[in-house]
């Protein structure tokens, strides 16, 4: 845990206990299906860390993902809160492309699911991305890409299995 890394959420903010999901060390296992950039799509491995940081508001999250193929390692840092104003789960995407996403989303606790969505103000397109934790120390996502018309532009899934809480 790194120094500024609290032992948990914010107790004064119940929702952020959803969080608790995402937290651990995670080996992940991650298809990018094909698509016009990678036509043949892809396979990646890599391990995930997330912990809580500024006391308790935020999950930080870090992955390197190693592809089968020669492409280079891809890493991404998000972090995720509850906007008890808004009402939302927040997120921010990091990837080591330069993209950085924004997105919104909702906790269905029946299905142990976590919804969010990003929109480009640019190009009108949007990403979504759903977490399902099913089974402990399991987290399947995916994160569908579509353009304004709602074509499919990427899809990828993925599987997080916990080593360690």
Known sequence: MGADAARGPAKDVPELQVLE???GTWDDDVTFKPNADLPRGRHAKGSVTADWILDG???????????DDDAPAMKVTMLM?????KKVYRSWM????GVVRELEGQWDAKSRAMT???????????????ATFAEDGVERWTIVEKDRDAKVLAEITGTNTRRRK
């Open 94 to 97: 990091f990837f080591s492309s």
């Open 21 to 23: 999901h995402w937290v």
């Open 81 to 85: 809160t509850y906007d008890a104003q």
């Open 116 to 130: 969010s969505t990003s929109r480009d103000a640019q190009t009108g397109g949007t990403m979504t991305v759903t």
């Open 57 to 67: 508001r935020f999950v930080q999250q870090s992955a390197t993902l190693e592809p």
